[in-house]
């Protein structure tokens, strides 16, 4: 038989969790196999690239379809446990599948569909029969690296302080600030509060320099916290001011950088992940598609 798609994986992987109990992906793979029966062949089939098996690969999306719905809850890395309203779907007897329809009764799972759309104010469906295979691949990117800037924020606040400080400095360094890893390490310091703070070059000269705060925080930052921000550059000397939050700021917030006349940037956790994503600290390429097409001037007329 044929390796199911991933959709077909998700009302029986669901099931699994059904006891409430902690599952591991692993373990997870080799249930749903032996539910559908697989041979051993199609148990190590491999993707294109050679990289993953085509197995694991589909339940990984599983698994990550379910979590954005909210049917299933990450409890440690590679660890999954049903939630209550996973548990409310299970006993619903109206429901014997799950696919990516269904799905969108959800609102969490709506906005993870929809994450880097155009347009934000619109869902996009799960089937869009009038759009380009090109359509396809850009929304399936978008998608896919919304979930990557994900893992990235969830790793990062559960990080050490260290490593929250190291990905600060090299982020900073890639964007072409702090001079060297050397000289932008020895200018940041950890605060002692999930943060850091430090002084930093703008350019490889060191002819200016901004003053950074950055916070592996959860809670919104709120106006106070950047008025003490920019009183802080003075005492520093600096003109220039970046703060960094793994979480969000308030309105307030940008509104007073918007009115005082010193320059600061303010870098939420959505932002931060896009930087670090961009600039590849962290990250890796999966697979590279090169599409082509026929070069129409080549075959013109002479």
Do not use: C
Request: glycine share 8%; no cysteine; hydrophobic share 35%.
């Amino acid at each position: 038989m044929a390796i199911p798609g991933f959709q077909e994986f998700m009302y029986p992987f669901l099931k699994i969790m059904e006891d409430g109990n902690e599952h591991s992906l692993s373990e997870v793979y080799s249930r749903l196999a032996d539910e559908f029966n697989m041979s051993e062949e199609e148990k190590e089939e491999l993707l294109p690239s050679g990289k993953q098996r085509v197995l694991h690969n589909r339940i990984g999306w599983t698994r990550t379809y379910l979590n954005k719905a909210g049917l299933i809850k990450t409890i440690r890395r590679g660890n999954y446990v049903i939630t209550d309203r996973g548990r409310q779907l299970l006993i619903d007897p109206n429901v014997n599948k799950i696919d990516n329809a269904f799905l969108m009764r959800y609102e969490e799972f709506q906005v993870f569909k929809n994450k880097g759309a155009l347009k934000p104010t619109l869902i996009i469906p799960p089937v869009v029969e009038d759009s380009t295979p090109l359509e396809e691949i850009e929304k399936n990117y978008r998608i896919l690296k919304e979930e990557a800037k994900e893992d990235l924020l969830d790793k990062v606040k559960n990080g050490t302080p260290l490593f929250f400080e190291r990905l600060v400095v090299e982020l900073l360094v890639a964007m072409g600030y702090g001079g060297s890893i050397s000289d932008a390490g020895q200018a940041i310091g950890r605060s002692g509060d999930e943060g850091i703070d430090g002084i930093i070059k703008e350019d490889v000269l060191g002819l200016d320099m901004i003053y950074l705060q950055a916070k592996r925080w959860e809670n919104t930052v709120t106006r106070p916290e950047i008025q003490k921000f920019a009183g802080s550059l003075e005492g520093q000397r600096a003109r220039k001011g970046v703060f960094i939050t793994t979480s969000n700021f308030s309105e307030g917030a940008k509104e007073f950088v918007r009115m005082i006349d010193k320059k600061i940037i303010l870098i939420d956790g959505d932002a931060l992940t896009e930087y670090v994503f961009t600039y590849n600290i962290g990250v890796g390429h999966e697979e590279t598609f090169i599409i082509k097409k026929v070069d129409e001037d080549y075959f013109g007329e002479e």
